[in-house]
């Protein structure tokens, strides 16, 4: 081989050494204890920032209770998060999860109807982050004890209603707890209900009821993501962009708070930076 030609494909070499992130050819799956820090520095100081990552768990049918709660332990344990990931976060649009899941909840057990519009309803509020679905869903179905009792069920210690009555967006919640309610919804809910949910997170129409971009943060970065996205503007003069999902079988929580002085396409870059941060699940 040529002396040129070896040079040109030693430089290639190395390019791609320096370009290809060190987990990329890993043949396990790289840990929630690795991936957080690398997300958190790619997000950078645009803002407030909290991240957990989290594997989502799996129903098991059969076995004993013990390994059952062996089982959830192991799959707790591969939870990691930032320094920030106990700190209350206003969820904006995230709330409509939990409304959707407590509603379904509800119907599974008799003590709420529901009809194919209010279905239709609990979709387009997921899919398309509709806030006059979820406006009338937080009334009819009240939105509050919602809050409260998916708070209850699936053990989450940072979450709470508004303090002003009907102002949804204002609930309050940490990436931990998102991330412990989308881990556990598998196993909290009904299959089917959870799979209604899940289903719905995946087929999330790239521009919002609103017109908002969603495109960012998970959605559109981590390959067939089922997602839900937040965006708030402005609670004490801050913005709150949020981007939860998950796939392959893995939770990500990013939740940003910037000031108002940051625009909505700052805000949408960092979050993007730190969901590309995110190396794909391995396969399986």
Request: proline share 7%; glycine share 10%; net charge negative.
């Amino acid at each position: 081989m040529p002396p040129v030609l070896v040079a040109v494909v030693l430089l290639a070499l190395l390019l791609a050494e320096v370009a290809t992130p060190r987990w990329a050819a890993a043949e396990h799956e790289v840990g929630p204890a690795e991936i957080v820090p690398a997300v958190t520095a790619a997000y950078g100081d645009a803002g407030t920032f909290a991240v957990v990552v989290a594997r989502q768990e799996e129903r098991l049918t059969g076995g004993s209770i013990r390994a059952a709660e062996a089982h959830s332990a192991r799959v707790q344990a591969r939870t990691a998060g930032s320094e920030l990931a106990g700190r209350p976060f206003p969820t904006a649009s995230l709330v409509k999860l939990f409304l959707a899941e407590d509603v379904l909840h509800r119907a599974r057990t008799g003590a709420v109807g529901l009809t194919p519009e209010d279905r239709a309803q609990l979709e387009v509020m997921i899919r398309g982050s509709n806030d006059p679905a979820a406006s009338d869903v937080w009334v009819r179905f009240g939105g509050a004890q919602a809050v409260r009792d998916v708070a209850t069920r699936y053990g989450l210690t940072g979450t709470a209603p508004p303090l002003r009555w009907g102002q949804w967006g204002e609930t309050t919640t940490t990436a931990a707890d998102l991330a412990r309610f989308l881990a556990r919804l598998p196993v909290i809910a009904h299959p089917d209900d959870a799979a209604a949910l899940q289903g719905w997170m995946g087929t999330a129409t790239p521009i919002a009821s609103d017109g908002f971009d969603q495109e960012y943060g998970v959605f559109g970065t981590l390959p067939g993501a089922a997602v839900k996205q937040g965006w708030m503007c402005c609670l004490s003069g801050q913005r709150h962009l949020h981007s939860v999902g998950i796939a392959g079988g893995r939770v990500v929580v990013l939740l940003s708070e910037v000031p108002r002085s940051v625009g909505w396409d700052a805000a949408k870059a960092a979050l993007d930076a730190a969901a590309a941060a995110v190396p794909p699940p391995a396969a399986s």
